[in-house]
């Protein structure tokens, strides 16, 4: 079955520290991977995206991710927090042109000054 | 547009009404897709098209939800007899379709509010 899962529901950090939010994928084909964020009452912005080549992409807000096919896994990093960066992230997987993303049910992040 | 726009921003109902609500992907867009959002869930694969015709239809819950697209362009998802649980956020996205990387892009919309009483 495809699916996203991203253990963890609530995470928070303190402004400047690192973050590292989880995100596990089961896909039959080749997958693509994105990263999505969602502030409060606005909807999904394009973080960054994976679908060949180099494993560390890099997005946009000085967030990237790598992908690691021997563990099923495409997780988002950022090295300081801001407190801008306190919002819901998503994580999906796709296939090729056509297909629907299917999303994980998101990380909440909280920001502590 | 420049973006994906959804109209309305919020809808308030009552139990058994019916809901129009519309989407007006990014112009050149050839794939359009429709996702509905339940409070602290992930978005969920509702329906998708490919120019006038549904693609894959596969996530829409139930006949009371229907969808059309009829010049390729603006989309109205279609709610008949509202029920309570289907109170959510309903999220259209768009993307252009051959890409130069045979991947799939969404850009979606701030969404539509609906709210069942």
């Known amino acids: 079955a495809q699916s996203v899962t991203q253990p963890d529901i609530h995470i928070t950090v303190s402004e400047g520290a690192s973050l590292e939010l989880r995100c596990n994928y089961s896909?039959?084909?080749?997958?693509?991977l994105f990263w999505y964020v969602q502030s409060p009452g606005q909807g999904l912005q394009l973080l960054l995206k994976y679908f060949s080549g180099d494993t560390l992409v890099q997005g946009i807000k000085g967030f990237e991710a790598e992908f690691k096919r021997s563990q099923s896994s495409f997780n988002l990093r950022k090295p300081s927090v801001h407190w801008s960066d306190a919002a819901e992230y998503f994580c999906a997987v796709g296939g090729q042109a056509g297909t629907a993303l299917i999303f994980g049910k998101g990380t909440t992040l909280s920001v502590s000054s | 547009g420049a973006g994906v726009s959804q109209t309305p921003s919020n809808k308030v109902t009552e139990k058994g009404k019916y809901v129009e609500l519309r989407c007006d992907p990014i112009?050149?867009?050839?794939?359009l897709y429709w996702y509905r959002q339940s409070l602290g869930q992930g978005p969920e694969f509702l329906i998708y098209?490919?120019?006038?015709?549904?693609?894959?239809d596969s996530g829409l819950p139930n006949d009371r939800f229907f969808a059309v697209r009829p010049e390729g362009s603006v989309s109205t998802l279609k709610i008949q007899r509202t029920e309570r649980g289907d109170s959510a956020v309903y999220l259209c996205?768009?993307?252009?379709?051959?890409?130069?990387?045979?991947?799939?892009?969404?850009?979606f919309g701030a969404g539509s509010r609906l709210t069942v009483l």
């Open positions: 896909y039959g084909a080749t997958p693509y």
């Open positions: 098209f490919q120019g006038t015709g549904a693609a894959d």
């Open positions: 112009s050149g867009h050839t794939a």
């Open positions: 996205a768009s993307s252009l379709l051959p890409s130069s990387t045979g991947a799939n892009v969404l850009t």
